[in-house]
């Protein structure tokens, strides 16, 4: 299989002409310029020594200096010269960062890129979440993100209601620890829908569900709009994340097929040999019919016969359905 | 979905812990019957209250039957703990998973329960 | 699968190396758990539902248990190791390292199953009932038959996840950095793959299909700050690949359902039949993506960033293609102590190719009323180009109490949100026209403009606690829809002599003049939220919560759409003594819809 690495080539040396131009001109950063009283972090040791140790089992407390943004390095990086407190010992004397006082600027000092990049335009500080309401600076705990607590508790606490969507009886595998809230949400993100920048929803679904990206040839629009459309990933009643069961998820957009007005006969049945008989491996077939079997039939389940819901390159049988039916 | 969870430290070395979720999950297609079109050809036969007419039964009053879905899950944790010194836990537990199906769907009668017993040790270093 | 083995490898190795390099240092340490223990279990009545993601191969068998958790050190680098093994199908590790040496990695593999129902197609039995000439209640000619080929099949996909990205600083820039990683997701098992035939009758027959698929990421990037600015770039490779072949089954040659004739009149209303072929195939696809972004400091007047995203995505079957342009803007700044500013802005167009679907002719042997074209041109309902944006103020209103206001604007302008089917056009219904007249496909290409308000106000109650409460109002300028979800033109005062049946010599099918729109999407949506919580004492704290949402669209031209949701929740945790800690919760979720349905037209 041939592979082409796709060049856009126009647009990215567009943009990176605009960086270049940005980063020729602009002065740089003014966390570089702190100025004050530092007396560096054994000072601060030698009171807090409650902290050093613990510190000293983080990336943050083993930084090396070329990964500070400024001149200042250890706990004055975060929490500015500590002359004066060190001096006067009153708490006033220092800065303290809190999810309220704007703390945030000294993490974004450093992570500028990544998910973090985001942070500002995030819908999450656009609602007053702050690093610091999930993650903690001094101790090395649940995992490298630093977290306060394990994620889904962090998550829950504020998404409460999802939390009950993850005990029906269909469900991603979060509780069972498979999963986290952050296998599909970028909680640093400034896009508008929760997850990765630059993706749009389907796309979060197709990192594991792949099989159902195409393109194909025979689509169904719900699935090219918004998986959303028929699913609710936290969790359901109705199996697959139905957002109602089959067939009432698909009556809301399609009309059922004339035959589910046919009265049924009451008895058995089976197919007419003249039917099958030039094709041996299905004589036999039979069954039992009521008065409602034709709605029984073509009214429980849509995707019994319309398999391949998400798409298709086959067409289906008919030539008045034009291929589309998603029944291959 | 009611959710309980308790954590008992008996003795200074004994400890239990319990979790149980108890879940109802109801999906439900309201029955409805659709009126007679009004403007049926006089040569197309409409009689939905004649079991033998092949042209039309319109009464569509069974079909949330097919589909309606009721779930009753019940999961259920105990467990103790017992410290043997400041680093080592023995643990024994028993989970329990209950699942009713009252509406049967096209999988067949999904009810289901499912016991399992643990027990071990952890260090702690 | 021979990456994720050298990647497994190298994995391996640093597990091994962290603790040799902390013991050779002699300056390190390292904490963690480990446990080691037993478990069984065994179930009752049908294990596959209440046991989803539980591997159900090894019940009452005792397998053994072991987690794992480390975290050191050595004067040189952190890492973290999690292992977890429950059995051959659930297991972990993971393992981070950083080293203050320019180099951070983390590998990790993790593995979990999932069992499905299987569908026994019971419901997929039935024979029209019909009357005599003398109105005797007679077996009617249509009939449906299901065939399951493997009745006491277990159906269930393995995951296995595999990632392993590495770091590298750039020291002489600030934040400099390149990266790559590589991931892996492997899905093996067996699936319940279905299709129907009717060539003479419906007849849908259900196989097991292994499944055998893997999706490969492969990422790379460089980052780094100079001056204001932050500047990113990434590239992302994804190839998926289906391993095994699609399941095939024998479509029967057509006939008249009741006799066995008519071959030739059956045949031509069918783009195959009396042949066997592939089914449920998925295909291979194949996915690039270029990302490049940009943020600037701008000191106190904000921070302003923006992006630009390339992504085509083929697919390797067919070759179509389909390409994602994207640009993202964003600005944040505080006016003052107590404003702060958001706006974001997005603008993308999808653009998949369109595809000639080339059909045999509908009843050729009928020159009269038949042989009519059905062939029909694509157009991809993924072809939109998307612009939205929104501004969000937030005013502190007094310390800790927060008033939010944004409204977003997003307008989707599609090239087809549906495409209808060809349609003949009936004399009576299109006055004039008295032929066999087709209509080609047509795409519904409308325009969907969302407007939404939101409202929040969120406030703590002292050190004790806090709440929020959110309004948010959307209106919608044509929804998605499926503008011919159902209800037939009258055929009353057509004159048509319709009577359905095939000798009739015409195509016959009014359910392909349907007009009536269809949706689950609102036109209009108000939600309320609240949420709160409250420390009641030293020992005891309360949280809660209430949602409520009222959606409808009154803009469909024959029903209106209503759906309704309430969502209440509690929680209280209390500790009545230092021994005895208790969390009692209750969430409650309540959902009606009403949509619209048409009693189909019968025909035959």
Known sequence: ?328 | MFFVNANLTASPKVSFFMEGVYTTAKGSFDPFDLPLPDDIPADVAISPDHVGDSKGAYDFTGIGDYSDLDYTTLEGTFGVNYKLDQRATLYGSVNVVDLQDDQTYVYGDLTGNIVTYATGMTVGF | MHKRILLMTIAALLVCWAPVGMADDGGGFVTGTATAGAHISDSTDNPVRVGEYVNLEDFEDVMADMVLDLFGGTPNTLYTVGLTYRDNSTKSIDFNLWTKNYISADFGYDSFIHNMDHDYLQNMQAKEASVDADGNFVPGGKQIYHTDNDPMGRYFIQYEKFHGNVKVDLPFMEGGQVYGGYGEQTRSGFKQTMTIDHCAFCHVESNAQRIDQRTETWTAGIKGTVGKASVQYEYTSRDYYDHTGAPERRWLNASHPVNGGSEEEFASRDIFEDVTLPYGQSADSEKDVHNVAMKVDLDRAGTLKGSYTHTKSTNDFTNIEGKVDAFSAGYAVKLNPNWRLTARFLTYEDKVDDYFVDLPNFRAYDTTYGNLDFDWNRISAANRTVTQGDVNLNWKLAKRKHLNFSWRLQVIDRDAMAQNQTNYIFDGINPGNDGATLVPSEPYADKTTINRLKLRYNARLGMKGNYNFTYTYTNVDKPYMNPWAGCEHSLQGTGSAHTGGAAEGRVYYYQRQRYGNGTNMPSQAHQFALRGSYQLSPRTSISAFANYAHDKNDDLNVYEYTRDMFTPGINLWTAPSDRLLFTLGWDNMWVQSNANMCPPFFDG
């Not at chain 1, 620890?177 to 829908?193: A, E, I, K, L, P």
Request: glycine share 10%.
């Open chain 1, 1 to 328: 299989m041939d592979r082409k690495i796709t060049r856009p080539v126009a647009p990215l040396l567009w943009l990176l002409a605009v960086s270049c131009v940005v980063l020729l001109v602009l002065p740089p950063s003014s966390s570089m310029a702190d100025t004050g009283n530092y007396v560096g972090s054994e000072t601060c040791l030698e009171c807090h020594d409650d902290i050093g140790p613990a510190m000293s089992r983080t990336v943050h407390g083993n930084l090396q200096a070329y990964q500070y943004p400024g001149e200042a390095t250890g706990c004055e990086s975060c929490h500015g010269p500590g002359g004066a407190h060190a001096e006067s010992e009153d708490p006033a004397d220092i800065f303290k960062p809190t999810a309220d006082n704007g703390g945030a600027e000294k993490c974004l000092a450093c992570h500028k890129t990544g998910t973090t990049m985001n942070w500002g335009t995030s819908t999450h500080a656009e609602n007053d979440v702050a690093c610091l309401s999930c993650h903690q600076i001094h101790i090395g705990t649940y995992g490298k993100a630093l977290l306060k607590a394990p994620q889904e508790q962090l998550c829950e606490s504020c998404h409460q209601d999802v939390k009950g969507k993850f005990q029906l009886p269909s469900h991603h595998p979060l509780k069972e620890g498979f999963m986290t809230c952050t296998s599909c949400h970028d909680v640093h993100s400034g896009n508008m829908q929760g997850i990765a920048e630059g993706e749009m929803v389907r796309d979060a679904c197709l990192n594991c569900h792949t099989q159902y990206a195409g393109p194909f040839i025979f689509e169904h629009s719900p699935v090219e709009e918004d998986c959303r459309i028929c699913h609710d990933p936290h969790g359901a009643v109705a199996n697959n994340l139905l957002k109602q069961n089959e067939p009432f998820i698909c009556l809301q957009c399609h009309q059922p097929h004339f035959h589910t007005i046919l009265a049924g006969w009451e008895g058995d049945y089976s197919a007419p040999p003249g039917v099958v008989d030039a094709d041996p491996g299905y004589e036999g077939l039979s069954g039992t019919s009521h008065y409602d079997s034709m709605k029984r039939s073509m009214l429980t389940k849509c995707t019994q016969c319309h398999a391949s819901v998400h798409g298709t390159d086959l067409p289906s049988q008919t030539i008045t359905g034009q291929g589309r039916a998603l029944n291959r």
